[in-house]
């Protein structure tokens, strides 16, 4: 069934210092998609998640969300994840995972139970009371996904989650995060500039190129999941990571010429 | 299972970071206390020796023991006076505390209030206070009021400029992520900027305690008053003009070890409020 979560109809950007960060991208994210958007750095990834969240204003065109009221976190269900873990150094994981509740009027006794039940799901229950600094790169990343499922989002928007990450605690995220994707239907769009990664997640893939910034291709993976490190080290795995890296490649000589 | 190690792994770590905390730091403070306290003792004798050896006349220069006679002996003068300085000092700060942290919001806000206001902040500040003292003295209505709005003045910016710098130094992602959840204004600034300002606030408080102390000198050197109202800097200016030496330094060692024990007072409100999750409070451990 098609019911789309996020439409983008022709939308440009253009911020105030004259920079075209996106020109003409159109694209439709079905409810229950894994989409990756791949890119070389600075071609709008970033922007045009932040604007799928309902941060900003497109220049032209149009966003819709059909399933929601409006584009608005919490209210109508999307979750952000940004490339930093972006902790309140602060605060405890407890209140960081609390605080979208929080913000939306949940008390901490009302929301033990959730911000708990968060923790646990990403394998952290037992660090409700420590401090971002007592962790390490990837448990923050955790505490930081734990915060944006809170919420129960319909739509978890990620921009590089990983990305600066070693390459275990990366993969084994990349585990995790399809297991949560599994167990609780999210529609997820996943910013990255890792070929290997975005072939592992996705349904589909949307590559990017610079300048302006705009989709040059949509790449579906048609593999099956449960996906795992045999998945990795299969042939068709191959053949798409150089399907997609070829369109990489195509995307970026665009931009050179 | 891995997630259970590294949960195990954690803890451990944490245990230990406790354990070390409790022993590191301990020999660190014995020694921070230790070093300067000695060299106190040495330069103390050797001044001692000094005064005895070359029978310093003791309107020259008075040995620490005839000082240390004088704080006693002359407490009936210097402890008052002591008392006056340090409720002018006190004031002034919590008036610039006030004031700075509640002007600073307001400019935050608005970005109108900054563009009027904060230039009158920097002209006030950087123009020296024994200049504005007389205009003061002039138009406050006691000699005690005046001395207040001076050491004020002087102790207003630090906590302004730094709680400002504070307010908009918030992480914009952190920013981002407020405005996604429909933070309100006020939800943003109470739970987001407040909490980011706090280091640089705790910096401006400590530069501000000690500027409040000693532009509660400055400025009552400024206006010289006398009687019974009058601080530590009249004693001084009074032990001076009689050739009270021992006096001099007693009122001297009183007001610099006010300065020491304000410094300290507000290091250590930094370090207990920054500690757990600061930095600069954290010791470092490798
Ligand atoms: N706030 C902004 N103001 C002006 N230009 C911006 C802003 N944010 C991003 N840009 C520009 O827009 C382009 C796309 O940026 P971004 O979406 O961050 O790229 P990516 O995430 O793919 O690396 C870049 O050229 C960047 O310099
Ligand atoms: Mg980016």
Redesign the interface.
């Known amino acids: 069934m098609t019911s789309p979560s996020v439409v983008f109809d022709r939308v440009d950007k253009t911020f105030s210092n004259g920079t075209v960060a996106l020109k003409d991208v159109s694209l439709t994210v079905q409810k229950g998609e894994f989409v990756s958007l791949l890119g070389p750095s600075g071609c709008g990834k970033s922007t045009a998640l932040r604007l799928a969240a309902g941060l900003g204003e497109v220049s032209g065109g149009a966003i819709r969300w059909p399933r929601a009221e409006a584009g608005r976190v919490g209210q109508s269900g999307i979750g952000f994840v940004f490339q930093e873990p972006t902790l309140m150094p602060w605060a405890s994981v407890f209140s960081n995972v609390w605080l979208p509740l929080r913000l939306a009027g949940t008390s901490k006794r009302v929301a033990r139970h959730e911000v708990m039940d968060a923790l646990s799901l990403v394998g952290l229950d037992g660090f409700a009371g420590a401090y971002p600094r007592e962790l390490s790169g990837g448990m923050k990343m955790r505490v930081s996904i734990a915060r944006a499922l809170v919420t129960r989002p319909e739509l978890l928007l990620m921009d590089e989650p990983f990305g600066a990450l070693d390459e275990i605690t990366r993969f084994k995220l990349n585990d995790e995060l399809l297991q949560l994707w599994q167990s609780l239907g999210w529609t997820v769009i996943f910013v990255t500039h890792s070929v290997f990664e975005s072939v592992y997640l996705s349904n589909r893939i949307l590559v990017m190129s610079a300048r302006p910034g705009r989709i040059t291709a949509d790449i579906p993976i048609d593999a099956p999941y449960p996906r795992d490190e045999s998945f990795r080290s299969s042939v068709d795995y191959g053949g798409y990571c150089r399907q997609v890296s070829a369109a990489l490649h195509r995307a970026m000589e665009v931009r050179a010429a | 299972m891995?997630?259970l190690d590294?949960?195990r792994a954690?803890?451990m770590r944490?245990v230990q970071?406790d354990q070390s905390a409790h022993q590191r730091p301990h020999s660190e403070r014995v020694l921070r206390i230790a070093v300067p306290l000695a060299i106190l003792v040495a330069l103390l004798a050797l001044w001692e020796w000094y005064v005895v050896a070359y029978e310093v006349p003791h309107y020259l220069l008075p040995g620490p023991r005839l000082v240390a006679q004088a704080i006693v002996a002359d407490w009936a003068v210097l402890g008052p006076a002591l008392m006056v300085t340090l409720k002018i000092t006190f004031s002034a700060l919590a008036l610039a505390l006030v004031g700075g942290v509640l002007l600073a919001v307001i400019l935050v806000q608005s970005r109108w209030a900054e563009l009027a206001v904060y230039p009158y902040a920097v002209v006030l500040q950087v123009t020296p206070i024994v200049a504005v003292a007389p205009l003061i003295l002039v138009y406050a209505p006691t000699t005690q009021s005046a001395i207040l709005i001076c050491a004020f003045i002087v102790a207003f910016f630090p906590v302004l400029s730094n709680t400002t710098q504070g307010l908009k130094s918030v992480?914009h992602?952190?920013l981002?992520?407020?405005?996604?959840?429909?933070?309100s204004r006020w939800?943003t600034l109470f739970?987001?900027k407040v909490?980011?300002a706090?280091p640089y606030f705790l910096t401006g408080l400590r530069i501000s305690g000690g500027l409040a102390l000693i532009a509660a000198v400055v400025a009552e050197f400024a206006a010289g008053s006398a009687g019974a109202q009058s601080g530590l800097a009249f004693r001084i200016l009074e032990a001076q003009f009689r050739l009270n030496m021992p006096r001099l330094f007693a009122g001297l060692v009183l007001i610099s070890a006010a300065g020491v024990a304000i410094f300290a007072t507000t290091s250590l409100i930094s370090h207990l409020l920054l500690r757990?999750?600061?930095?600069s409070a954290?010791a470092r451990e490798n």
Do not use: C, I, K, M
């Open positions: 891995t997630a590294s949960r954690a803890r944490a970071e992480d992602n952190l981002n992520l407020f405005e996604l959840n429909g933070a939800q739970l987001l909490p980011s706090l757990r999750w600061h930095e954290v």
